[in-house]
Structures are given as structure tokens and as C-alpha cells.
């Protein structure tokens, strides 16, 4: 089974909209991390947002949010009012254990689009 | 700015040579490196795993005679591509953790490897 799923290869929004880029995992571990990174057509890995499994409200970092529904095993990343340069790929990925030292597992990643 | 380093940043050889590309931490000290592939518009796949003075880890799957990674220092771990095949051809990116934060691992900016 896929440890992090991404179900939307795609995503269109227009200019100063909202976009919701799901995420769900998979983990029997308790301890865990959760992250967003987004991938410009460069190929650098630009991290966005970090949730731990413990943390008891979502994580916020300027325009991101991450909508984490613990039961659900989801972690959804919120871009609020979105800009051009948004238009990249979003890869959602875990750390299992509590050990920060831990490769990461990716999802498969979803491409947004953001047009004028 | 950047706190890991890739070079070079692309590369283009021959079938059959070998291709170094070496992944710093500038300005902290790496513990553990990842070394990990992209196919184009896919996902980032772990290669291995390596720590700072002791053998790599690899991942199911990945040759290690043809994927050699040497982590001779706490800011240095190099990968070598040996016999280059154009199957080879992909995207490889590293990251580090150390002493620069206890929850995020830090990305390079990739290398692209291209073999004719």
C-alpha cells in the first residue's frame, strides 16, 4: 500500500483564489511528520509547511495552512489567495518515527496551475 | 539562501563513464545525507541513505556497485554513477540533516544527468 497518496495529478486556479491540494498517509507508527514541499519547473525542493503528528493545531507558514484531520489521515495543504508563480509541483511526504534524521517518502505530487 | 550545495548542477556524458556529483552542507554539519532519484513528472525515490564516516544504506532495488556514495566528511557525501547508461539519465537530489535544525531536512538543488 502507498504510504502517501495524492489524488489529483492536476489542479487549475485562477489568480487570488483558494486551492486545496489533498494529501492522505498511511502509518501505523504514532509518531510522525508530515510535510509540503513544492517543486518549480527548476527542480529545487522549496519546503513549505511541517505538521508532527502530536501537534495540536494546523500548521500555518504565510499564505500555506495545512489542514491535518488526525482520524482521517489526511493532511491537505491550503494555498490561500494564489499567484502566479504558485504554478509548480506540490509533493506531500512523511517521516515515520520521531527520529528527525529519517528519509522522507514522497507522495506522487499534483501540478497546479494558476492562471491570470 | 541555499544551505546545500550540488555539483554540478547538469551534467551530459558518454554510455559507459562514470559521473561524480557531490552534495554539501554549507554551513552546517550533516549528520546524514539522502541521496534520491526523479524520473521526469515523478516522484522523488530514496536511493540510499548514508551517515557521516560508515557504509551507505541502500534501498531495495538500487545497485550499489553502480550507485557508489562516499560520505567522507560532515559536510561532503558524493554519488558516482559508474558505466553510465542512458537509463541512468534522471534527476538526482540530495538532502542533509544535522546541525542546522532538529525537524527539517534540507534539500539541494538537484543535478540533472543526461547519458547519450
Known amino acids: 500500500a502507498q504510504k502517501i497518496t495524492q489524488t489529483q495529478p492536476g489542479m487549475f486556479v485562477q489568480e487570488k483564489e483558494a486551492v486545496t491540494l489533498d494529501c492522505t498517509y498511511d502509518t501505523s507508527d504514532p509518531s510522525y511528520g508530515l510535510f509540503w514541499y513544492k517543486q518549480p519547473s527548476s527542480g529545487e525542493m522549496i519546503f513549505l509547511i511541517y505538521?508532527?503528528?502530536?501537534?495540536?493545531q494546523n500548521a500555518t507558514e504565510g499564505r500555506y495552512s495545512l489542514n491535518f484531520q488526525k482520524a482521517r489521515k489526511s493532511a491537505n495543504l491550503v494555498i490561500s489567495a494564489s499567484q502566479l508563480g504558485d504554478s509548480a509541483m506540490y509533493f506531500c511526504?512523511?517521516?515515520?518515527?520521531?527520529?528527525?534524521?529519517?528519509?522522507?517518502?514522497f507522495g506522487k505530487g499534483t501540478t497546479l496551475s494558476v492562471s491570470s | 539562501g541555499a544551505v546545500v550545495s550540488q555539483h554540478p548542477s547538469w551534467v551530459i556524458c558518454k554510455s559507459g563513464t562514470s559521473v561524480k556529483i557531490e552534495c554539501r552542507s554549507l554551513?552546517?554539519?550533516?549528520?546524514?545525507m539522502f541521496w534520491y532519484r526523479q524520473f521526469p513528472k515523478q516522484s522523488l525515490m530514496l536511493m540510499a541513505t548514508s551517515n557521516e564516516g560508515s557504509k551507505a544504506t541502500y534501498e531495495q532495488g538500487v545497485e550499489k556497485d553502480k550507485f557508489l556514495i562516499n560520505h567522507a566528511s560532515l559536510t561532503l557525501s558524493t554519488l558516482t554513477v559508474t558505466s553510465a547508461h542512458p537509463e541512468d539519465s534522471s534527476f538526482y537530489i540530495c538532502?542533509?540533516?544535522?546541525?542546522?535544525?532538529?525537524?527539517?531536512?534540507?534539500f539541494g538543488p538537484g543535478t540533472r544527468l543526461t547519458v547519450l
Open positions: 538532502s542533509a540533516y544535522g546541525t542546522r535544525s532538529t525537524d527539517t531536512q534540507y
Open positions: 511526504a512523511m517521516r515515520e518515527g520521531d527520529q528527525a534524521g529519517t528519509a522522507l517518502i
Open positions: 554551513d552546517f554539519q550533516a549528520t546524514t
Open positions: 505538521q508532527g503528528s502530536y501537534d495540536q
